[in-house]
């Protein structure tokens, strides 16, 4: 370069989807923290947005009081990989969404279009505007929220596995009621009408029930040098 400065890398976006206990979350940051790049945990939006809906009383068997609402929490992202923040009209939210209520209520409030849509441009946002590019985990990234991403990512893994993995983080949980929680999750996220839990065509699918979680995160971190280096 004439002036002797640095080429500036462009910006990459990465987008990783899968079902719940995959490793999506644990991944996203550390290939994030690893490559410099800002990191976006959806889930926990839509958590955000359900903690919210709670709080408030809305009758969440009634799609149409969850749609009438859906404009007015003010959600915010952090998007740090090694301190990421969730705010919902400015308080901290980062451990009231993790709780089984949220969790059970999450999939009926998600399913609503105009939640989605909503949320959905929160993300296109924070995508756009992410310096050095970003990695987006979720459920429909690849294949609605950012269908031009550079890099596409569908991890599985065995319901074992993941029943395993998720109860090992709840203090006394019982793998098998875990397990069909989960599966009761996945299923109600795959089927719901507006961009469902789905693999995008052009998504590298890697099924993560016998790698370890740095055999993962090796893996993604090579697939995004692969694609910076146009191979
Ligand atoms: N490949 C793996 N092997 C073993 N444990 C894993 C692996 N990937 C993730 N974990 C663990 O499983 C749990 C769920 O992972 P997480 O990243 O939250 O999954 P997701 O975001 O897909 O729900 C975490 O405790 C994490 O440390
Ligand atoms: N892009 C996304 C991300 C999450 N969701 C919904 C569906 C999921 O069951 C909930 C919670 O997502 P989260 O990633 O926190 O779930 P896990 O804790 O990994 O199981 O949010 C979604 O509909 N779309």
């Known amino acids: 370069m004439e002036n002797g400065a640095a080429p500036t890398a462009k910006p990459v976006i990465v987008a990783i989807d899968g079902p719940s206990g ?12 690893q490559l410099g790049l800002s990191y976006l945990d959806t889930g926990a939006q839509y958590r955000a947005i359900t903690w919210w809906m709670v709080d408030n009383g809305i009758d969440l068997a009634d799609p149409v009081a969850i749609a009438d ?6 959600i915010i992202s ?4 090694s301190a990421p923040t969730i705010t919902v009209d400015g308080v901290d939210v980062a451990g009231p969404i993790r709780t ?23 993300q296109r946002t924070l995508a756009t505007g992410a310096e ?6 979720g459920r429909d990234i690849g294949t609605t929220v950012l ?27 019982d ?35 016998e790698l370890t979680l740095a055999q993962v995160i090796e893996c993604v971190v ?8 146009g191979k």
Do not use: H, M, N, Y
């Open 132 to 137: 050095k590019g970003i990695v987006v985990e």
């Open 175 to 209: 793998v098998q009621a875990t397990r069909e929680a989960l599966i009761k999750r996945d299923a109600a996220d795959s089927s719901r009408k507006t961009s469902p839990l789905a693999k995008a065509g052009d998504a590298v699918e890697v099924d993560t029930t």
């Open 69 to 74: 609402v859906a404009g007015k929490p003010e």
């Open 147 to 173: 269908p031009d991403a550079d890099l596409k990512i569908f991890l599985t893994a065995s319901a074992e596995a993941r029943a395993a993995r998720r109860s090992g983080e709840l203090k006394g949980a």
């Open 222 to 229: 090579t697939l995004v040098e692969e694609k910076r280096a």
């Open 22 to 33: 995959t490793g999506k979350s644990s991944t996203s940051k550390a290939v994030a923290a």
């Open 100 to 122: 089984q209520e949220v969790t059970s209520k999450v999939s009926a409030v998600s399913a609503v279009p105009e939640v989605r849509a909503r949320i959905t441009e929160l």
């Open 78 to 81: 952090g998007t740090d990989p």
